[in-house]
C-alpha cells in the first residue's frame, strides 16, 4: 500500500573513511528528532555494521531478519537515544545484489509499512565509492557529503561525486567540512572541492556548515553514546544544531519522488542494474 505522505531521505557519505561521516549522521539525526521530526537512522554500511556501537545499542536483529521475511521492519527497529529509530545493518548482508525477487518486494513493502511513522530517513553510508555506496547516495533525495581537512577527504570526496554525476546523473551535492579549527578552514575546504566540480562536473555544490574540532566528540564516542546527549552544549553539538536547522527548511519533495517506497524502489533497481553490467 503506497503512503502519500512526503519523506525526506537523505545520504550521508564522505568517499574516505575517517572524515567524521557516522558521527554526523547520528547526531544530524538527534538534533531533526529534536524538531519534532520523526527521525530513521538507517546504518547501510551492511559490511562493517557501526551505527548500533556508536550509541551502545543492544540489537537482536537486523535488515537481514527483514529480508528472509522472519521479521518485519517494525520488530527490527531499534529505540534510539533523543526519540530516533534505527535499522541496523548486518555484516551477513554483503550486497543488494545478491537479494531475489522476494527480498525486494519484502524490502519495498517493510518500508512501505512504516512510511506514514517517519519524516526523515537519514541514510549513513559506509566509506569508500562501491556500488553499494552508490546504489544508496543515488537513491537518495538529498546527498550529504563530509569531508576534512586532510588531502585525500578531498580528492576522495571529488571521486565520489564524479562518479555519481558522470555515470549515475546525481546532479546536486551539499557539503558539510568536518572537525575544522574555523569557520574560514571549513569555508576554504567546500571551496576547494567547488572549484575542482564547477571545473569538470555539470553538479551544483551548496554549503552547508562546519562542524568544529573538539574533544568531546572522541569522548562521547569512548562513552558509546551520542554527542548531543554528552556534550549538548559543545562547540560541536551546537554546530549540528545549526546544520539540522538548515536540514529541516528545506524544501520537502514533491510527487512520487517524496514517497519512501520510492527511495527503494530506485535503490533496488539500480542494484539489479549493476548486475546486468
Known amino acids: 500500500m503506497s503512503s502519500n505522505h ?37 546504518d547501510a554500511d551492511l ?7 556508536l550509541l551502545g545499542l543492544d540489537v537482536k536483529y537486523s535488515i537481514a531478519d527483514v529480508l528472509d521475511g522472519s521479521r518485519s521492519l517494525r520488530e527490527v527497529l531499534v529505540n534510539g537515544p533523543g526519540g530516533i529509530k ?9 550486497q543488494l545484489v545478491q537479494l531475489s525477487n522476494h527480498e525486494h ?12 511513522q517517519l519524516d526523515v530517513l537519514v541514510v549513513d553510508t559506509a ?11 543515488r537513491a537518495s533525495q538529498e546527498v550529504l557529503v563530509v569531508v576534512c581537512d586532510e588531502p585525500s577527504s578531498i580528492t576522495d ?12 546523473g546525481v546532479s546536486r551535492f551539499r557539503v558539510i567540512a568536518n572537525m575544522t579549527r574555523s569557520a ?6 567546500f571551496e576547494k572541492l567547488n572549484t575542482v566540480c564547477e571545473r569538470f562536473l555539470d553538479a551544483t555544490m551548496s554549503y552547508l556548515g562546519h562542524v568544529p574540532f573538539d574533544e568531546n566528540v572522541r569522548k562521547s564516542v569512548q562513552a558509546r553514546k551520542p554527542l548531543l546527549e ?4 559543545s562547540k560541536a553539538a551546537l554546530a549540528v544544531k545549526e546544520l539540522a536547522k538548515k536540514v529541516d527548511e528545506w524544501p520537502l519533495p514533491g510527487g512520487p519522488r517524496g514517497h519512501l517506497e520510492f527511495f527503494i524502489e530506485r535503490l533496488l533497481a539500480s542494484s539489479s542494474a549493476d548486475t546486468l553490467v
Not at 518486494?105 to 506514514?116: G, K, M, N, Q, R
Not at 569508500?128 to 547516495?137: E, W, Y
Open 184 to 189: 574560514k578552514e571549513g569555508r576554504m575546504l
Open 157 to 168: 570526496a571529488y571521486a565520489l561525486m564524479k562518479l555519481l554525476n558522470t555515470e549515475h
Open 230 to 233: 554528552t556534550a549538548p552544549n
Open 105 to 116: 518486494a519484502a524490502l519495498i513493502h517493510a518500508f512501505s509499512d512504516i512510511s506514514d
Open 47 to 53: 559490511g562493517l555494521a557501526n551505527v548500533d556501537v
Open 127 to 137: 566509506a569508500g565509492i562501491s556500488d553499494m555506496v552508490v546504489n544508496f547516495v
Open 6 to 42: 512526503p519523506v525526506r531521505v537523505i545520504a550521508v557519505t564522505g568517499g574516505k573513511g575517517g572524515v567524521g561521516k557516522t558521527n554526523v549522521s547520528v547526531n544530524l539525526s538527534l538534533a531533526l528528532a529534536a524538531l519534532r521530526r520523526r527521525v530513521v537512522l538507517m
Open 86 to 94: 534505527v535499522v541496523p545493518a548486518s555484516s551477513g548482508v554483503q
